[in-house]
Each structure stands twice: as C-alpha cells, then as structure tokens.
C-alpha cells in the first residue's frame, strides 16, 4: 500500500527494479544481480559470488560509484525488490541508498515486479534455468544484456531501451559499464550467442528432455 501511495503522490518519480537470477542452488554458487529501469526496460546484469547481502550490497556500492552523486539520488529514487534475504536488510541497504525509496513485493508476489521478471525470461533464452553460471564472466553477460536493452519492444512504442537511456544515464557511464548497442540486425538472444562453452554447459545440467522444456533449441 505504502508502495502504491508514493507512486500516486510521485507520478514522475523513476523507478527501479531490483532481483536475482539463480543459475543452481548452492552456497558457493554465483547468481546474476539486476537491476533494472522501469520506465524504460533498461537493464544492468552483474554476476556476484553469491547469493548474500554482503555481495549485492558490494555491487549496489560498486554501481554507485559510476556516478556523480547528485545524479545518482535524482535517478534512484524508488526501489522495488522481493523478500529474498539477500535483500532484507533495510536498514543496511538504507546506509548505501539513502536517498532511494525502498519497497518490498508482498511475500510469494513476483508478479508486483513483472517488468523485471520479463527481462528475465529473455536471459533464460540463452541461458536456462537450472544451469550452472559459474564457467561466465562479466564481459559476458554485458554482451547478453547489451543484446536485450537493444530489443525492440511494443510497449516502448517499437523502440528499444538504448534508444531511451540518455534521459536518465549518460552514454560515457555505459560505456565504462561494458554495456553498448547492438544493430538490430546482429541483436542475438540464443545460447549461441556465449558460444560453444554455452552449449556445453546447457547439456551439462539439462537432459534433452529438460532442454525441450524450456523451449530452447540447440544448433547440432
């Protein structure tokens, strides 16, 4: 409700999305943090070491620091994340976001950040459920998540968030992220697109069967 209100009394405010995306389960196993625009789609990617407030308050610094903080406060300014214990600590995230307002899904709600959960759906394209991220790095999934942002998209009245981005974030912050646009003619979002090493890993973890299941069809 809380939510809900703010936005009312804050129409214009921009508004983040914030998630984890599992490759396996497992204390030593690395997961993507993102993080994204909702206005725009525009999605960030960062691979972190695990599934720990320490490791995506560490990240959520790390991104900060990309920033003049004056700009960084004007374009946080709402955060919506889930109930994940990687993400319950407040008062913590408060320290590094201080400016931000911080909302949390109701429990068993991912639906209350669809926007983010639809960016993730075009990362399981490529890389499926259930498959291991640890054999990626981060140049990789910048290159992924450089081929969703250069998406086209209905709801972005056939535009593609790339094409959106410079209200809200110079061009030169991008760059030093390893995020740029793909032409549409080369905008990749397969397995082939992370190579041989991809395919490879995806049979590793998914049986042929599992592989049928999520729609993803491999090149012999």
């Not at 994340?81 to 931000?100: A, R, S, V, Y």
């Not at 959106?164 to 905008?187: A, F």
């Not at 991809?198 to 999520?214: G, M, T, V």
């Amino acid at each position: 409700e809380d939510y809900e209100k703010y936005k009312s009394n804050n129409p214009f405010a921009i508004e983040w999305q914030m998630d984890c995306v599992q490759g396996i389960q497992g204390r030593n196993e690395p997961v993507l943090l993102t993080m994204q625009i909702v206005e725009i789609k525009f999605l960030f990617m960062f691979l972190i070491n695990s599934q720990t407030a320490n490791e995506v308050h560490k990240k959520i610094k790390e991104f900060k620091g990309y920033f003049n903080l004056e700009k960084f406060n004007k374009i946080f300014e709402i955060l919506l994340t889930d109930n994940g214990h990687e993400f319950i600590k407040l008062d913590e995230l408060l320290e590094i976001l201080p400016k931000t307002n911080i909302f949390y899904c109701h429990p068993y709600s991912s639906c209350e950040k669809g926007s983010i959960e639809n960016n993730h759906e075009l990362i399981r394209r490529v890389i499926p459920q259930g498959v291991s991220l640890k054999i990626y790095d981060q140049d990789e999934m910048n290159l992924l998540c450089s081929n969703i942002n250069s998406l086209f998209r209905s709801e972005l009245d056939g535009k593609c968030p790339f094409e959106l981005i410079n209200k809200y974030i110079p061009i030169e912050i991008l760059n030093k992220l390893g995020l740029k646009r793909i032409s549409p003619k080369d905008v990749t979002l397969i397995p082939e697109l992370l190579g041989e090493k991809n395919i490879i890993n995806i049979k590793k973890y998914l049986s042929k069967k599992d592989i049928e299941k999520a729609h993803i069809k491999l090149k012999k």
